[in-house]
């Protein structure tokens, strides 16, 4: 999410508020088979499309049983940049939204049971 800054960029276009948010639980509803040989890589490039193998309760797509918890901060009110935004303000904008991502994470990760957890915005 470093490098992905063009909905901070869109938002500065059109002047739409950020909304933080954050769900806990979300990456134990499915299962998920990893490539370590880069096969499934090599066949999504050929394809031009990202093939995932997942499965959830009895080796279907249904999710498994698990609690989730959905989080959101204040929105962040993003002005309407009059021309083309400049990488200056793209920044701000997103340096604003990841802390404030990384704080409702704070916040909230010991209510779902993960006190020692850390946000890692890569």
């Not at 080796?59 to 989730?68: A, F, K, Q, S, W």
Request: aromatic share 12%; charged share 20%.
């Amino acid at each position: 999410m470093k490098e992905r800054k063009g909905f901070v960029k869109l938002a500065l276009q059109t002047g739409t508020p950020l909304v933080p948010s954050y769900i806990f639980g979300n990456t134990k509803l499915l299962s998920a088979w990893y490539d370590d040989a880069g096969a499934l890589q090599g066949i999504s490039r050929y394809f031009k499309f990202g093939i995932l193998l997942l499965w959830g309760r009895f080796g279907l797509p249904l999710m498994h049983r698990h609690p989730v918890l959905g989080v959101m901060a204040k929105p962040i009110v993003v002005p309407r940049a009059e021309g083309e935004p400049t990488q200056d303000m793209i920044d701000t904008i997103h340096a604003q939204f990841c802390d404030s991502l990384i704080a409702l994470f704070d916040d909230y990760k010991g209510l779902y049971g993960w006190p020692d957890k850390k946000l890692l915005i890569k």
